[in-house]
């Protein structure tokens, strides 16, 4: 079974605070990818990788960033943690060519 | 710019019965439509992934087709149950298979 795991299901921080989210992936997928989802607006975008130290952004990648410099971890960044990056994050991987995107289980980040 | 549209956005239903949850999207230069099921608070599980190329794929109770030209699927579910009770999404992959479009979901209810 492929298994996407995030480093922590709810985190809280505080504004102007850096915050990494981990994400694993055990199936040596080439793709990952970084998604935001909120009530009214569905899962966007934020970034994704296609490769090891490649990234390219999404919809919404103001305010945030991303390294991958192992092919199975991927992280997101806050550089500054502001309350409207309050959200769900879910973490996702996929073979290439595209099949099916495997999700993590979410990480709640709260920002106070 | 792809956009993906579900209806209806949520669903109440007795045990048993048959159903049928909508998706459209604008654009038919896509490399493949999944349809996924959340949980609350949870990931996203894959359910189905039909390929552009493809007219519908079927797993257990539940059928998916895909009518590329009019920029329509459907996810038919037979003999509900209350284990179906979950949010179902519906998203395309862009022909780069570089990302997924999401709709905003379809929350069903089934009751016993």
């Known amino acids: 079974d492929v298994k996407v795991t995030q480093s922590s299901r709810y985190l809280v921080k505080r504004t102007g605070e850096k915050v990494f989210l981990e994400c694993v992936q055990d199936?040596?997928?080439?793709?990952m990818f970084w998604y935001r989802q909120d009530p009214g607006l569905g899962l966007r975008l934020i970034y994704f990788?296609?490769?090891?130290?490649?990234?390219e952004k999404g919809d919404i990648p103001e305010g945030y960033s991303v390294s991958r410099e192992k092919k199975e971890r991927f992280s997101l960044i806050l550089e500054s943690a502001s309350t409207n990056q309050t959200s769900m994050y879910l973490c996702?991987?996929?073979?290439?060519?595209?099949?099916?995107?495997?999700f993590g289980p979410g990480t709640r980040l709260t920002v106070l | 710019k792809q956009e993906v549209t579900q209806i209806p956005a949520a669903l109440s239903v007795p045990e048993g019965e048959n159903l049928v949850l909508n998706c459209s999207f604008t654009?038919?230069?896509?490399?493949?439509l999944q349809w996924f099921r959340q949980d609350p608070g949870k990931g996203l599980t894959s359910l189905l992934l039909?390929?552009?190329?493809?007219r519908e794929q079927t797993s257990g109770r539940l059928n998916a087709s895909l009518d590329k030209s009019s920029g329509r699927s459907t996810l038919y579910i037979a003999a509900s149950q209350p284990g179906d009770s979950a949010t179902y999404l519906c998203?395309?992959?862009?022909?780069?298979?570089?990302?997924?479009?999401f709709g905003k979901g379809t929350t069903l209810s089934v009751s016993s």
């Open positions: 996702a991987s996929s073979f290439v060519p595209p099949d099916t995107q495997y």
């Open positions: 199936m040596d997928h080439e793709n």
């Open positions: 990788s296609y490769d090891v130290k490649m990234k």
């Open positions: 654009d038919s230069a896509i490399y493949n």
């Open positions: 039909i390929q552009s190329s493809q």
């Open positions: 998203a395309v992959l862009n022909q780069a298979g570089t990302a997924l479009i």
